[in-house]
């Protein structure tokens, strides 16, 4: 059984920074990529980053590219997500995932919200 628990969003000023992590269990976490997602209400889901599974190669969505940093702790069985700069547009519920996907399973989410 798989299990994603995001943690760390909260509500924050534009400008400032925010680490989210995302704790795993139920599969084997080496042996997979990991990606953050993200939806604002009543959007569709967007991808934000993935990490392969050596945690050295990245992709980061055009968006966010240059703010945000993902990395993973393969001993933790957990991905980070560093989110420098924020600005309002950012505000979402984010969500990690394997890749490939074992279902279609998210998670609950962990919600980020930017604004003064």
């Known amino acids: 059984q798989v299990q994603l628990v995001e943690s760390g969003g909260k509500l924050v000023q534009p400008g400032e920074s925010l680490g989210l992590s995302c704790t795993s269990s139920g599969f084997t976490f080496t042996s997979y990529n990991m990606d953050w997602w993200r939806q604002a209400p009543g959007k569709e889901r967007e991808f934000v980053a993935r990490i392969g599974r050596d945690g050295i190669k990245t992709n980061v969505a055009d968006s966010v590219k240059g703010r945000f940093t993902i990395s993973r702790d393969n001993a933790k069985n957990t991905v980070f997500l560093q989110m420098n700069s924020l600005q309002p547009e950012d505000t979402a519920v984010y969500y990690c995932?394997?890749?490939?996907?074992?279902?279609?399973?998210w998670g609950q989410g962990t919600q980020v919200t930017v604004s003064s």
């Open positions: 995932n394997i890749y490939p996907p074992f279902s279609n399973y």
